[in-house]
């Protein structure tokens, strides 16, 4: 559409001025409301709802809920001492002199037997044992003052024959034993009776059942049971 060109008529002109200005009223009276409507937005909300909501978003508040505290994994005794000294092991005792006498703990004295029954009129072979049952290597007298055989009764009580009656018990004989070590002393008895200073008159001891003894010293070992037969 084009438009007339020239000077208008004024009424024309009166007419835009006013509408200009109805324009501008409208626009500030439109300002005021929308104002007005916020700032009466701001007064309906609670007390101290406003500056939440102005404030934006905020981070919670710690919680006060207490939780036990975490044992410590550090633990309170001191570390061991660690000692840079060599601990020194002392040196074993020397084992004892082999020299030195044999206890009579550490000795055992027994009798042995050819066979356990004999015929009267048989020689019976009977044998003494002496032996080192210690730990330790020791010396014994083991010559033929120390040693003896004796026959009794079954009770152990009646006397019939040593070794020692008849013959002449003398002489010394220092051994060094070591453990375990064993020595023999064989002998025959005739099978008759004796007594200290050997009588001349000897007998032939009756069938029955008796006891060998072996002695060495002082030490006497158990009675070994020996039976005589017709």
């Known amino acids: ?21 109805a324009g501008t009223a409208f626009g ?38 207490s939780s036990p505290p975490t044992a410590s994994t550090t633990s309170d005794s001191p570390p061991a001492a660690t000692s840079t000294e060599t601990s020194t092991t002392p040196p074993p005792p020397p084992p004892p002199d ?10 055992a004295v027994t009798a042995e037997l050819g ?6 009129g048989q020689k019976p072979v009977l044998r003494l044992v002496v ?10 007298d083991i010559g033929r003052a120390q040693r003896e055989l004796v026959v009794t009764g079954p009770d152990g009580a009646t006397r019939l024959w040593s070794s020692n009656d ?25 099978g008759r009776t004796s007594a200290p200073g050997c009588p001349p008159t000897r007998t032939a001891v009756p069938p029955g059942d008796y006891l060998v003894t072996a002695k060495l010293g002082p030490l006497a070992g158990p009675g070994v049971p020996i039976t005589i037969t017709p």
């Not at 066979?115 to 009267?120: K, N, S």
């Not at 032996?131 to 014994?140: D, E």
């Open 1 to 21: 559409m084009m438009e007339p060109s020239g000077p208008l008529p004024k009424g024309v002109y009166l007419r835009r001025r006013i509408l200009a200005v």
């Open 28 to 65: 500030v009276v439109v300002l005021i409301w929308l104002i007005d409507g916020l700032i009466g937005d701001q007064h309906d909300l609670p007390p101290g709802a406003a500056a939440v909501a102005d404030s934006g978003p905020t981070s919670s508040p710690p919680s006060t809920s």
């Open 98 to 107: 082999p020299s030195e006498p044999c206890p009579d703990a550490s000795v």
């Open 115 to 120: 066979a356990p029954t004999y015929r009267v």
């Open 131 to 140: 032996a080192n049952t210690g730990p330790h290597p020791c010396t014994r």
């Open 166 to 190: 008849c013959y002449a018990a003398k002489g010394e004989h220092w051994h060094v034993l070591a453990p375990g070590e064993r020595h023999d002393f064989d002998l025959t008895w005739a």
